[in-house]
């Protein structure tokens, strides 16, 4: 079955840093782009980044450039956001999806984690 | 927020049909694919329509999707109360170095 498993989640201080990770399988890991979305709150879905299949490439939503960094181990089957200087607009539900680069869609998304930053 | 612009809200009674529009602009949906997602309640964003009108495995014809300049439309036909969700368009931005955005969401209620 293909799957995307979220985990990292968590309550954190406002200046503080998460590490987010997103366990894959029943597919080619290496083969597929991989994006963050983010969903604050009974708010909409956020694009947060995304990692070429090599991970030669990242691109980030100007918010959080500079704070987050999004990584892979294609030997772990593994996606990373490892997240610093969180804010609390940072609160949200932090899905992982997988991208498909002929249909520049996503077509697989975990179940999320969600992370809350508060004092 | 969202440079896609939807409609806050839509609803029909089971049966009828309803049509979701996505606003954007040429940087956007005027030179990329655009997508729809249905999120339903407490669950993940599911992929609905890909490539501007195409329907990925197991998503049933009731579902359809089209473009037209900057604009892009979500159709659901026979409408079940199962449908109800929050429904998103979304495509890649060139102007933006690459990112992804999203539609600001539309709610669908079956009356």
């Known amino acids: 079955e293909v799957q995307l498993v979220e985990s990292g989640g968590g309550l954190v201080q406002p200046g503080g840093s998460l590490r987010l990770s997103c366990a894959a399988s029943?597919?080619?890991?290496?083969?597929?782009?991989m994006s963050w979305v983010r969903q604050a709150p009974g708010k909409g879905l956020e694009w947060v980044a995304n990692?070429?299949?090599?991970?030669?490439?990242?691109y980030y939503v100007d918010s959080v450039k500079g704070r987050f960094t999004i990584s892979r181990d294609n030997a772990k089957n593994s996606l990373y956001l490892q997240m610093n200087s969180l804010r609390a607009e940072d609160t949200a539900v932090y899905y992982c999806?997988?991208?498909?680069?002929?249909?520049?869609?996503?077509?697989?998304w975990g179940q999320g984690t969600m992370v809350t930053v508060s004092s | 927020q969202s440079v896609l612009t939807q409609p806050p809200s839509v609803s029909a009674a089971p049966g009828q049909k309803v049509t979701i529009s996505c606003s954007g602009s040429?940087?956007?949906?005027?030179?990329?694919?655009v997508s729809w997602y249905q999120q339903l309640p407490g669950t993940a964003p599911k992929l609905l329509i890909y490539?501007?009108?195409k329907r990925p495995s197991g998503i049933p014809d009731r579902f359809s999707g089209s473009k037209s300049g900057t604009s892009a439309t979500l159709g659901i036909t026979g409408l079940q109360t199962g449908d109800e969700a929050d429904y998103y368009c979304g495509t890649w931005d060139s102007s933006l170095s690459a990112v992804y955005v999203f539609g600001t969401g539309t709610k669908v209620t079956v009356l």
């Open positions: 040429s940087s956007n949906i005027g030179n990329n694919y």
């Open positions: 029943g597919f080619t890991f290496s083969y597929y782009c």
């Open positions: 999806a997988r991208e498909v680069p002929t249909w520049d869609a996503f077509d697989i």
């Open positions: 490539d501007n009108n």
């Open positions: 990692i070429k299949q090599d991970g030669s490439e990242k």
